[in-house]
């Protein structure tokens, strides 16, 4: 079993809808889970961080967590074309540990 | 402009001709990172540094050195590359917090390697 685990879709949805992208993670003592944005041939970009349980808004993003079922979801409103990227979710375990686990990220393709 | 840059962008070797890739950040950063990515397996740690001096190894340290003697830079070392060295490779940096690291990444803009 992966560490951190996503959908590698792709995930088609027209122009307007939700996209809904989820991960789910193995190491129960995890603290810190990010959602980053890599556009094709590009690097990697943070777009969301989270640590507590529950909503964390931010424009058009909201990141979800649930530590008891060890599951994180990336929500896209509004989808836009120039969403259309990979989505990599990043778990980080607690403590002196000073690893980021990344998985193998969600296509997202957003079509007009 | 805060930046992360990496050299080469692209490089073509043969196996066995040893290459170092470059990375810079200019963030006075403490905490630096190289990964690699390949196709349906992420990106995975291969050193990381917290701080001058301090490096530890990621998930796939073999057939890569570092080294950290000033705080902006990390380059990493292939000293015989082969064949599955082959991969887009990415320098990263975070910020510190009270705990260690953030977590929250900077990337460089990559360096596609291919090894022949």
């Known amino acids: 079993q992966k560490e951190v685990e996503q959908n590698s879709g792709p995930l088609s949805v027209p122009e307007g809808a939700i996209a809904s992208l989820n991960c789910t993670y193995s190491d129960r003592v995890s603290q810190s889970f990010f959602w980053y944005r890599q556009y094709s041939g590009k690097s990697p970009e943070l777009i969301m961080s989270i640590y507590s349980n529950g909503d964390k808004e931010d424009g058009r993003f909201t990141a979800q967590l649930n530590k008891a079922s060890q599951y994180v979801s990336l929500l896209i409103r509004d989808s836009q074309p120039s969403d259309s990227a990979t989505y990599l979710c990043?778990?980080?375990?607690?403590?002196?540990?000073?690893?980021?686990?990344f998985g193998a990220g969600t296509r997202l393709a957003v079509h007009p | 402009e805060a930046q992360v840059t990496q050299n080469p962008r692209y490089l073509i070797t043969v196996t066995g001709k040893k290459l170092t890739v470059t990375c810079s950040q200019n963030m006075n950063h403490e905490y630096m990172s190289w990964y690699r990515q390949d196709p349906g397996l992420g990106l995975r740690q291969i050193y990381y540094?917290?701080?001058?001096?301090?490096?530890d190894k990621g998930d796939v340290p073999e057939g890569y050195k570092v080294s950290r003697k000033e705080k902006r830079n990390f380059p990493l070392i292939l000293e015989s590359p082969s064949p599955n060295q082959t991969s887009l490779y990415f320098c990263a940096s975070s910020p510190p917090t009270g705990t260690g690291y953030s977590g929250e990444l900077f990337f460089g803009e990559g360096s596609r390697l291919t090894v022949l």
């Open positions: 990043a778990v980080r375990r607690s403590g002196g540990y000073n690893k980021l686990i």
């Open positions: 540094s917290m701080n001058v001096e301090v490096t």
